[in-house]
């Protein structure tokens, strides 16, 4: 069983900045690339960003690009994400995410490309 725990939410006033960090335990994980997708209340989970290790490019989403910063460690399955100028629309569950395999252009944005996922971590930012 493969568990992968967030870490890093909390509260924050608009134009402040989270950490968020992702970690895979239990049963060895051979992903191709993780990363990270949220929810906000009434809206449907979206993509944020992510990394695929095998060509090392990293997506974002066109409404965090330029704010956001995801790196990460594959030997070690684990992810983060640098969240800066946080705009009260980042409000949501986010969730972090691992795939066994490979992430193309037109699949890494979508859920059903991972095949692992987090409880997710809340952010909340405050206008």
């Known amino acids: 069983q493969v568990q992968l725990v967030e870490s890093g939410g909390g509260l924050v006033q608009a134009g402040g900045s989270l950490r968020l960090s992702c970690a895979a335990s239990?049963?060895?994980?051979?992903?191709?690339?993780m990363g990270w997708f949220r929810q906000a209340p009434g809206k449907e989970r979206e993509f944020v960003a992510c990394?695929?290790?095998?060509?090392?490019?990293?997506y974002y989403a066109d409404s965090v690009k330029g704010r956001f910063t995801i790196s990460g460690d594959n030997a070690k399955n684990m992810v983060n994400l640098q969240m800066n100028s946080l705009k009260p629309e980042d409000t949501a569950l986010y969730y972090c995410?691992?795939?066994?395999?490979?992430?193309?252009?037109?699949?890494?944005?979508?859920?059903?490309?991972?095949?692992?996922w987090g409880q997710g971590t809340q952010v909340t930012v405050s206008s």
């Open positions: 239990g049963r060895t994980l051979s992903s191709y690339g």
């Open positions: 990394v695929s290790w095998r060509s090392g490019n990293t």
């Open positions: 995410a691992a795939t066994s395999t490979t992430l193309y252009s037109h699949t890494y944005y979508q859920s059903n490309a991972y095949d692992y």
